[in-house]
């Protein structure tokens, strides 16, 4: 129910039954949904810029992939690589022509146009929206995310800018004292001379101990615990106490407690 729609029913319900209760009846015929027509998909066929991992490849995943996925190809047909949709299966022609929907196999199946098939051969057949989005996708040419061919597949990745692979060059300014020991603290030092700020000296063992473990588990360390570490002469102490800590049935409670109460477990 819309917000509009929400709002006239707290307001009849406020003022008396019933006019909440006709209220309720009116708005309850005037808000039926409609399922959209034939006018709707043609619209979409037409005017739709139609994106091939969000509105192709959820229909193929949901009603294709079950029999033409990377688990089993049945008549030899693969869906979820580009190669293997434009060579076809066993009938011979491609499961999809490039700019011709209305003469693409694919098309043909989903339509029921193939011997009186209708494809999926299990589950409800596909709505006109989506053999709609279907077409506008063939029709635009068969577009298919950063396509490479490797061994005769296709290698599918993402076009989000968050999965792009970054090959970053770590700033390279001097370091008279030594404070950086990789390349994250040359990012950090760099924008502490961006700021005119110079690093704080190292801080002592036993507050690095407590740093870390009010960090990865969100506990004390205990005092046998500071003890053990602060005694600790090898030089990867400090690397051994941080697997230790994610090695710790506490930093998977501790992290999963944010989720936990994102879904209102607390």
Known sequence: MT??????????????????????VLLGVALVPI???????????????????????????AHCYQCHGPDKQKHHLRL?????????????????????????????LVRGEVDGRRMPAKGEPLSEVQIATLEAWINAGVSWPNAQQESGSDKLTSDLWSLQPVHPTAPTGEDPGGWARNPIDRYILDKLRENRLTPSPEA??????????????????????????????????????????????????????HWLDVVRYA
């Open 204 to 257: 002592d063992r036993v507050t690095l101990i407590r740093r870390l473990y009010f960090n990865l588990i969100g506990l004390l360390p205990t005092p046998r615990e500071i003890t053990r570490y602060t005694n600790d002469t090898s030089d990867d102490w400090y690397d051994r106490l941080v697997n230790t800590l994610l090695a710790s049935p506490r930093y998977g409670e501790r992290w999963a407690r």
């Open 80 to 108: 979820d690589r580009r190669s293997s949709v434009l060579r076809g299966g066993d009938s011979g022609e491609p499961a999809v022509v490039p700019g011709d929907a209305h003469g693409s196999y694919l098309i043909k």
């Open 35 to 61: 399922e959209p027509g034939p006018a709707w998909a043609e619209s979409v066929k037409a005017h739709a810029t139609v994106d091939y991992a969000r509105d192709v490849q959820p229909i193929l995943a």
């Open 3 to 24: 917000g509009t729609a929400s709002s006239v029913m707290y307001y009849f319900s406020r003022s008396g039954r019933w006019f909440g209760v006709a209220a309720a």
